[in-house]
């Protein structure tokens, strides 16, 4: 991004900084030779998504990412405040949901699979050696033999998860919640921010994610002491253990209350925004999974308490514990779905995604990628258990019914993934017909042109991204209901279930059964052979990195277990830097973005203050902000805010090619629009062979716009009109004076190049157009951040 091998770092650690040419470290003191002339720094973000081998281990936590983003694709409305906090709650509770099912399904594994069924079965315990010493006939009767014993042993499984889960996020809280933005008391006549990323405690979530934190690692307990307390209870009533029945009852009672504690802690407080809330709920966080533990290990004795002609046989009691939680599941995201609604309705936009039900749709994705991780598990670990004897009864049916709506759910993509080619194929051969329109008198290539074409229309498969999210949710929905029905009215396979059924309809069902599981085993191995690369591997790393870049942007405000979120360290790290540059030059910034550099630049101008901002320049290109989050996140980058975002900065330019798939104009209403978005930009350079182009030049998509001699123009646009002395206050109400030559300095991010994964930005040397620091008048600077491309 720098142009030049020789670098330092001026600021910064490891883990993210602010780099400049060696030969510009020092060049605010020194107005010397180079005077007028911006100074280009990056700023690097690289490692706070793809830094260490352990960010593979993130993979696990998918289905907590895809929940936290459904809190942030919220419709836009300002007049519903009661109806928003509603919209808040739901997804917590969501988040809350998933990691119940997270442990129930490690519970599944280790207590119901090897403790109970193995482990209880002499001709598996006799398969696993490792399980003999928990086996009544390869330990002849040793201590560990009783069933209650074997249980709470393997309880220890799901726990130390529930553990590492809660070292994991308070890991990641010390590190990126915990950094404080930049004090900004408000400015004499300054009205709250209208746009909610402008707001101070925005990028401060160190309340809430504690809090939630702390629910959901006393959840975790409480979900394995109540597999332990259930199956035992169950127990202990078939064979009138009446000593022990009042101690269970009094556990069971424990475990609803603590229980009922959780809900309540996840449902009282959502995010504060308004202000930068410094307090952490210290006897919520210290006490509420403390005490979840305790009754853990309470619970652990009771099963583990000798009881006389207990045995294990089937499954564990408890099983129907997975279809209450889907059922639970469901009927939130039904709830969640006519809340979106109303928000929609109240302020209805074309552009959005989903009209208004993209929160609701990724929100059942999420709980679907969790549901087929943890059965896929379960099924894979049955597998490898049972051998080829067949002798246990496996995991509960509900897992096996999922599977099996796997195959067609799968046929319905195909279809749509034929119908969108198809679509692509028709808007290609009209493409061609354009590009040659574009070109009179070249010689033609039909190659060329199709090439052209063809990277024009796949480019525009980005915007039917919503189609294909809204047809898998459905059929999400649909065949997850059908297959929660099928089993609890058969208690079976859907292959036993469908036993007296017509030849043709029991063959699709075993074919679908048979299919479904080894789909889900072929997926079970896929990911974990992607995890051990990415662990190994840097360039897998980065390729997980990418995906991350637009899951993790947002905070953890729906569940505590996601991937921390890069922008609470990157978006204060930027406005400390420019405000204090400012503060120590008078100097003028422009912002320069890239893909999702450009992301971070936006949050980052609304984080500084109002004077501030009018200071800015700001340059984006290949940039997402209004066709990725505009249509998705609407509440934060729709168009209201993306129009307060173009008054409140001095000038904003945006650059897009045709054939980007990522990046687009950001589609400002009225006059606002030309003045943001240049025309698209020609990709390729050149269609055939010039005397500037003699070999074919590249089609550059979402890559390498500083190639094009229109990004050159742009930037030096800016920096021109930022040059010259500092202009006058103006009205907040008022639109920026698009005339005049405001400036003096120019400090930008601008998004990584393909892969690179790091931001850039460049302040420029006090020069003879505008003061130096050493003169009476504002010095100027040019700084901007390159951030990774998000495709």
Request: include cysteine.
């Amino acid at each position: 991004m720098l142009g030049d091998p020789r670098t330092v770092r001026v600021a910064g650690d490891d883990t993210a900084a602010v780099y400049r040419r060696a030969d510009d470290a020092d060049a605010e003191p020194r107005p010397g030779d180079g005077r007028g002339r911006p100074v280009p720094e990056a700023y690097v973000w690289c490692n706070l998504t793809s830094g260490n081998a352990t960010r593979a281990l993130w993979l696990l936590l998918l289905p907590f990412m895809v929940a936290n983003l459904a809190h942030w694709m919220r419709p836009t409305t300002t007049d519903r405040p009661l109806t928003i906090r509603l919209y808040g709650l739901i997804v917590r509770l969501i988040g809350l949901t998933l990691t119940v099912l997270l442990v129930a399904a490690a519970c599944e594994v280790a207590m119901d699979l090897a403790a109970w069924q193995c482990a209880g079965t002499p001709a598996c315990a006799r398969r696993h050696a490792w399980l003999g010493f928990l086996s009544p006939v390869g330990s002849q009767g040793g201590w560990w033999s009783l069933p209650g014993r074997r249980l709470a042993l393997a309880a220890l499984v799901p726990t130390a998860l529930t553990g590492l889960l809660w070292y994991l996020s308070h890991r990641t809280w010390c590190a990126y919640e915990s950094q404080r933005p930049i004090p900004r008391p408000p400015e004499p006549g300054e009205q709250p921010h209208r746009c909610a990323l402008g707001r101070p405690g925005f990028w401060y979530g160190r309340r809430i994610v504690a809090r939630l934190r702390a629910a959901h690692t006393a959840a975790g307990f409480l979900t394995v002491a109540a597999a332990l307390t259930v199956s035992t209870a169950h127990d202990d009533h078939r064979h009138g253990e009446d000593a022990l029945r009042f101690p269970g009852l009094l556990l069971e009672a424990a475990l609803v209350a603590v229980a009922v504690l959780v809900v309540a802690v996840v449902c009282r407080r959502g995010r504060t925004e308004n202000r930068l809330d410094q307090q952490l709920d210290r006897a919520v966080v210290r006490l509420l999974p403390a005490g979840a533990l305790a009754l853990l290990a309470v619970t652990m004795v009771y099963a583990g308490w000798p009881r006389a002609g207990r045995r294990s046989e089937g499954r564990l009691p408890g099983a129907s514990a997975f279809g209450a939680l889907t059922l639970a599941q469901g009927l939130l995201v039904l709830a969640l779905g006519v809340v979106a609604q109303v928000l929609y309705r109240a302020h209805p936009d074309t552009r959005t995604a989903l009209r208004g039900l993209a929160g609701p749709a990724v929100a059942l994705l999420a709980c679907a990628l969790g549901g087929v991780m943890s059965g896929g598990v379960a099924q894979r670990i049955a597998d490898w258990l049972d051998g080829p004897d067949h002798s246990l009864d496996g995991p509960p049916v509900l897992l096996t019914w999922q599977a099996s709506t796997i195959p067609p759910l799968l046929l319905v993509l195909l279809g749509l993934a034929g119908r969108l080619a198809r679509r692509t194929w028709l808007l290609r051969r009209a493409e061609a017909a354009e590009v040659e329109r574009e070109h009179p008198g070249e010689p033609t290539e039909t190659a060329r042109t199709l090439r052209i074409a063809g990277t024009r229309a796949m480019a525009t498969l980005t915007d039917r991204a919503p189609l294909v999210v809204g047809v898998t949710s459905a059929m999400t929905l649909l065949l997850g209901a059908a297959a929660l029905v099928g089993a609890s009215a058969t208690d079976d396979t859907p292959a036993g279930g469908a036993h007296a059924a017509q030849p043709y309809v029991r063959g699709a069902v075993e074919t679908a059964q048979a299919l479904g599981s080894w789909l889900i085993g072929v997926g079970f191995l896929a990911f974990v052979t992607w995890g051990r690369r990415a662990y190994k591997d840097a360039s897998a790393r980065r390729t997980v990195g990418i995906l991350w870049d637009v899951g993790t942007f947002w905070p953890r405000a729906a569940h505590p277990f996601a991937p921390p979120c890069y922008a609470e360290r990157a978006v204060p790290d930027l406005t400390w830097r420019m405000t204090t540059w400012t503060r120590r030059t008078g100097g003028r910034i422009v912002l320069s973005g890239h893909s999702q550099g450009s992301v971070l630049a936006a949050a980052a101008a609304w984080q500084l203050k109002p004077s501030l901002r009018r200071r800015v320049g700001l340059l984006t290109y290949g940039s997402p902000l209004e066709r990725l989050y505009g249509r998705w996140f609407p509440a934060y980058f729709g168009p209201a805010a993306l129009s307060s975002l173009h008054r409140d900065v001095d000038c904003w330019r945006n650059l897009h090619r045709p054939t980007d798939p990522i990046g687009g104009p950001i589609r400002l209403p009225g006059e606002c629009g030309p003045q943001v978005d240049r025309a698209p930009l020609r990709d390729p350079l050149a269609y055939g062979r010039t005397t500037r182009h003699p070999l074919p030049a590249p089609i550059l998509g979402h890559g390498d716009y500083q190639a094009d001699p229109a990004f050159a123009e742009e930037r030096a646009r800016l920096l021109a009109r930022l040059r010259p002395g500092l202009p006058g206050p103006r009205p907040a109400d008022a639109p920026p004076d698009r005339g005049g030559d405001p400036g003096g300095v120019s400090f930008g991010p601008s998004g990584p190049r393909e892969g690179s994964g790091r931001e850039s930005s460049e302040p420029a040397e006090p020069g003879s157009a505008a003061p130096g620091p050493d003169d009476e008048g504002p010095g100027g600077a040019a700084q901007g951040s390159s951030g990774r491309s998000s495709g």
